[in-house]
């Protein structure tokens, strides 16, 4: 758990304009009291069932797993589970989140929601459950990220939502975020910002954790049930890192189970990646202390992926906290080995991946090798991949 102040060792904190704290704060009052009520609770549980349609499936990949049985040493090719998250209605982890933060500013009497996406998965979410309780949507994504992600911008609009095009910096995921704060700080009576991701100033690394843990609270009692004992690694793509920290918290207390957070290193880590922790350093980013991609002057430096979910320069702030005490390890996957990743799992498994899970597929394939065969390895696939068929596509220079 974060300290009073919103923060995971030295990570977190609240760093917002002085017309935000008031509002941050009335947020966490107004958390703490939903955590404590069972109406809360109930209303959430319900909605994930009936609506979201989880418990979503745990699949085992027989045919992933004897592919890298063939190319690896004598012995090696750990069993690869997949936690499903990309059958949920709006075909992604981010719905989990949205509900309960939806049902948050319904408790705090907001009348209008802002949020901002990248990969446009977000969005969709938001645009969704905005429909579903009859409030306005406004979401704010950037330019380069439109034109890679068109599906999932017309789907925004036929739930409703308002897409505000942003123009500076790279067009992308940091930029949407950037212009959805100065909204929020100049809307604050009214509007409630449901972040996307487990960054952003505090009580909100803590909250969408905690509303993403059910990928991880659902994983651990179905492995049990389909094995009988846990699995030896945990592997989740990161781009802020939601996914990842919904699957990882409810294992952090098994010191058995390894942790594995794969982010996306681009070109390469000597060239434009999207790998904070790996390529970056401490800094202040979007109301938290995080690692960034920065400069030598602290000036926040051009993230680049090929996923529009990973291109963005920083990390949830308990992530940042995960590898400075040794609980989880961070690795990183280019922009071809994800495609190869996507490829890989669409061909043995009959699965279309989002290019976010495909980083992580690429990151299983490699581990698994290197493991016994009596191992297991359960990874999330976050999201479908029907939103990036167009990007593949030209990546792979095929005719549609």
């Not at 979401?139 to 939502?161: C, H, S, W």
Request: charged share 25%.
């Amino acid at each position: 758990m974060p300290d009073e102040n919103g923060h995971f060792g030295e990570f977190g904190g609240r760093y917002v304009a002085e017309t935000l704290m008031p509002l941050i704060l009335d947020l966490e009052k107004h958390y703490r009291a939903a955590q404590a009520d069972p109406e809360f609770a109930r209303e959430f549980d319900d909605l994930l069932e009936h609506y979201v349609g989880r418990p979503s499936p745990l699949y085992y990949a027989d045919r992933l797993t004897e592919e890298v049985r063939k190319d690896a040493p004598g012995g090696k090719g750990a069993q690869i589970w997949f936690k499903r998250d990309e059958l949920n209605h709006t075909g992604a982890h981010k719905i989990n989140n949205c509900i309960g933060q939806i049902l948050l500013a319904r408790r705090m009497g907001k009348t209008r929601i802002i949020a901002e996406t990248g990969a446009g998965q977000h969005g969709v979410a938001t645009a969704t459950v905005c429909a579903r309780f009859g409030l306005p949507c406004f979401v704010y994504m950037g330019t380069k990220d439109i034109e890679r992600q068109k599906p999932n911008l017309f789907r925004m609009k036929l739930l409703g939502a308002e897409v505000i095009p942003v123009e500076s910096g790279s067009g992308t995921l940091k930029d949407a975020m950037n212009e959805a704060l100065r909204d929020w700080v100049a809307n604050v009576e009214d509007t409630f910002y449901i972040i996307g991701t487990a960054a952003g100033p505090h009580p909100y690394p803590e909250l969408v954790r905690d509303f993403q843990s059910v990928i991880g609270k659902e994983a651990r009692q179905q492995i049990q049930e389909r094995t009988g004992r846990l699995p030896d690694l945990l592997v989740a793509a990161i781009g802020g890192g939601s996914n990842a920290i919904g699957l990882f918290h409810p294992f952090l207390d098994d010191a058995d189970v390894e942790m594995l957070g794969v982010e996306a290193a681009g070109e390469g880590l000597n060239a434009r990646h999207a790998a904070s922790l790996s390529g970056g350093a401490p800094g202040i980013l979007h109301g938290n202390k995080t690692h960034l991609l920065q400069d030598e002057d602290g000036q926040i430096s051009e993230a680049h992926s090929i996923s529009a979910g990973l291109d963005y320069p920083g990390i949830g702030p308990e992530h940042g906290w995960l590898k400075r005490i040794g609980r989880a390890r961070y690795d990183s996957v280019t922009d071809d080995e994800a495609l190869e990743g996507f490829q890989l799992l669409c061909r043995t498994e009959g699965i279309i991946p989002a290019l976010e899970p495909s980083h992580a597929i690429a990151a299983v394939a490699r581990e698994a090798a290197q493991m016994d065969q009596d191992k297991i390895i359960l990874a999330n696939l976050c999201g479908r991949g029907d939103k990036d068929i167009f990007t593949v596509a030209d990546a792979l220079g095929a005719e549609m």
